[in-house]
């Protein structure tokens, strides 16, 4: 799946993928992490998702990486801020108050980069991945994250062959594969979610779940 593609969804408005809210399974499971209200938090493949706001309320500052440039400047514009912005060998840096956008590619990112992160949040980026690229993300990010990292992680689980993804089905067995033996897979959450999921529905998807991962990295 190649870059022009998500370009393309966000210049077409094709970003079904966007909350217009919060998402509640972060409210309820993300001081289980016990991060500190000032630790500095990771949200690859950000988008414009307005969670980054919410933690950015806990105290937290906010690190995105989003591919699109229109993502992020409606993020700041449709919050009514304007972003002081540089430039580093990462990308274009847009910043307003805790949040930090870089327009670039996650998968380029570093151990640099990420020296300071002590949590991330992964809501719609594994599950933005088609199968032969999430292993290769999670080395790239995941791996360039520090020792004693901790994580919050949220899946999909339906049918594969019933649904063209993005976003696609990431069971269990799969996570535990990605991530372990260098981070601890922890289950917090199953969730049947079919029948609040219309777009699913329609498209023929007989069962949908969502999961919710914590993620404690090795020191």
């Not at 998402?23 to 630790?39: E, I, K, R, V």
């Amino acid at each position: 799946m190649e870059a022009d593609f998500w370009l393309q969804r966000w210049e077409e408005g094709q970003i079904g993928f966007h909350r217009r809210e919060v998402m509640p399974l972060l409210q309820s499971h993300w001081s289980g992490l016990g991060l500190a209200p000032d630790s500095r938090v990771l949200v690859p493949l950000a988008g414009k998702s307005l969670d980054m706001h919410w933690l950015a309320a806990q105290g937290h500052r906010v690190l995105g990486i989003e591919l699109s440039p229109l993502a992020v400047q409606q993020f700041f514009d449709e919050a009514g801020v304007r972003p002081r912005r540089s430039r580093s060998r990462y990308g274009e840096h847009f910043a307003g108050g805790s949040i930090e956008i870089i327009v670039g590619d996650a998968f380029a990112a570093d151990a640099d980069l990420f020296a300071d992160i002590a949590g991330v949040y992964d809501r719609a980026a594994l599950i933005a991945l088609p199968l032969d690229l999430r292993l290769r993300y999670v080395n790239a990010v995941y791996g360039a994250l520090p020792g004693t990292c901790k994580g919050l992680l949220i899946t999909l689980e339906y049918p594969q062959p019933e649904k063209a993804g993005p976003p696609f089905s990431v069971d269990a067995d799969e996570v535990a594969q990605l991530f372990t033996p260098l981070w601890r897979v922890d289950s917090l959450e199953r969730r049947d979610i079919l029948e609040q999921e219309e777009r699913f529905r329609a498209e023929g998807v007989s069962a949908l779940t969502t999961a919710v991962y914590r993620l404690q990295k090795s020191a």
